[in-house]
């Protein structure tokens, strides 16, 4: 009589067939949050360091990774002019205004240009989630690059990834790449936690708003793709300036009106995860 054979669990055929889905969160972290867009120009970086901050503000242990191998920002977003220590094993976080940062920034001159092929990329985002000495960050907010390559790929399928949040300004050209972003992570299968409308008006001295470039768009984009939108951020000189200075307006100026955006933000994020 035949031998009946072993039941083979769902694991084992993922690893027969050679799909291996799990992925491996970051050391040190608990949650992993991307800001991405697919288009550049659109201030990831910008609403990336100042949520950092107010999720700090806010009681957070938070990390601040720079994931855009191509145009660095955090370095000069956060004044930081240093080069992270080794002990030959792992890189350490440079901390400023208590966030634990890296960037390639760091390891090179801020105006040296990175002309990396694709798998050396790669190799950069493994070196940063698995050979860095994240301590304990309740938040480890990852700032991406434009488009929707390599990078986004590693970290799709290789990192666990808890969610995104896409920026976007109002204008056309700017959704069309956004809504390949957000298809692209559908695809990939991380949650999108929501779509935020950044630099969508300014407001004159006269106290009207001016749509510079356009209206509705990123509400309407979030509608179309049943995805929670997030809110606006108006246009305000003073986020530039901030930023340009190395110390973003949460950090500067904790009651701007701006800040208290973020500080929103961050509130949300905070009672979703903690």
Same mark, same amino acid.
């Given at each position: 009589m035949p031998k009946e054979k072993p039941?083979?669990?769902?694991?084992?055929?993922?690893?027969?067939?050679?799909?291996?889905?799990?992925?491996?969160?970051?050391?040190?972290?608990?949650?992993?949050?991307? +800001?991405?867009?697919?288009?550049?120009?659109?201030?990831?970086?910008?609403?990336?360091?100042?949520?950092?901050?107010?999720?700090?503000? +806010?009681?957070?242990?938070?990390?601040?990774?720079?994931?855009?191998?191509?145009?660095?920002?955090?370095?000069?977003?956060?004044?930081?002019?240093?080069?992270?220590?080794?002990?030959?094993?792992?890189?350490?976080?440079?901390?400023?205004?208590?966030?634990?940062?890296?960037? +390639?920034?760091?390891?090179?001159?801020?105006?040296?240009?990175? +002309?990396?092929?694709?798998?050396?990329?790669?190799?950069?985002?493994?070196?940063?989630?698995q050979k860095v000495d994240w301590k304990n960050l309740d938040f480890i907010i990852v700032d991406m690059p434009p488009g929707t390559g390599d990078t986004q790929l590693t970290f799709s399928q290789d990192i666990k990834m808890d969610g995104a949040i896409i920026v976007s300004t109002p204008q056309e050209v700017a959704l069309l790449d956004v809504k390949r972003g957000i298809k692209m992570f559908d695809k990939l299968g991380v949650k999108i936690l929501g779509l935020v409308d950044n630099m969508s008006f300014f407001k004159g001295d006269d106290g009207k708003k001016y749509k510079i470039f356009g209206e509705g768009g990123v509400k309407k984009t979030a509608d179309e793709f049943q995805k929670e939108f997030l809110g606006e951020i108006p246009i305000n000189p003073e986020v530039g300036k901030c930023g340009d200075e190395g110390k973003p307006i949460v950090e500067a100026n904790p009651d701007h009106e701006i800040s208290k955006i973020y500080l929103n933000f961050a509130n949300k994020i905070k009672s979703t995860y903690l």
């Open positions: 039941e083979l669990s769902d694991a084992m055929r993922k690893k027969m067939s050679g799909k291996i889905t799990e992925k491996n969160p970051i050391k040190g972290t608990k949650f992993t949050i991307a +800001i991405s867009s697919a288009k550049g120009g659109v201030g990831k970086s910008t609403f990336a360091t100042n949520l950092a901050l107010a999720l700090k503000v +806010i009681g957070c242990k938070v990390g601040l990774l720079d994931a855009d191998i191509y145009g660095p920002s955090i370095p000069k977003m956060f004044n930081i002019n240093e080069k992270p220590k080794s002990d030959g094993q792992k890189l350490e976080p440079i901390t400023k205004y208590e966030i634990q940062c890296m960037s +390639i920034g760091f390891l090179a001159d801020q105006q040296t240009p990175m +002309i990396w092929r694709g798998p050396m990329v790669t190799s950069a985002i493994k070196t940063f989630t």
